[in-house]
């Protein structure tokens, strides 16, 4: 989904997810099912937008210790103040990392990617290190059996 800058009007963009399906482009990341949300876009000058939403999905995560896929829900209440490039003290490659500090999100043309805007409040709701259970007992490091399923007897 894009939003137009020029096409704001000064009570706002009110919209609902359902009505505009996220198509994620980022690979790692996969969802099961749609993401739902709402989303309020306001402009506050002639480039600057404030975005305040939420969301909620359920993601497909990778467990860090027994590599099984399972269902992690997410769910967050957020906001980002966009820009223009052009107002970024700085340029290029930092710009993703620069924005992620500062919850800003720098735009090109006149192009909102909200898409882009979402995936991004998505990633930050990542562990660092999924786990399927708090518990998980993980793969046996010798034989490699799911140990959340079965002993393997061990090892000599
Ligand atoms: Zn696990
Ligand atoms: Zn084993």
């Given at each position: ?46 480039v ?35 820009t223009h490039e052009e107002k ?18 720098f735009y090109q ?48």
């Amino acid at each position: 989904m894009k939003v137009n800058v020029q096409n704001i009007p000064s009570e706002g963009l009110h919209f609902d997810l359902a009505g505009h399906p996220v198509i994620l482009e980022s690979k790692s990341l996969v969802v099961n099912g749609p993401v739902e949300g709402m989303l309020s876009v306001q402009k506050l000058g002639n480039v600057d937008v404030h975005i305040r939403g939420s969301l909620s999905a359920h993601l497909l995560l990778s467990c860090g210790r027994c590599l099984n896929s399972f269902d992690y829900p997410v769910a967050s209440e957020f906001y980002v103040d966009c820009t223009h490039e052009e107002k970024s003290p700085i340029s290029g490659q930092e710009h993703r990392l620069y924005g992620e500090e500062l919850n800003l999100h720098f735009y090109q043309g006149d192009t909102l990617e909200i898409n882009e805007i979402i995936e991004n409040q998505i990633h930050l709701e990542i562990p660092m290190a999924p786990l399927c259970k708090e518990d998980c007992k993980g793969l046996c490091p010798i034989c490699g059996e799911d140990l959340n399923l079965a002993l393997c007897g061990g090892h000599e």
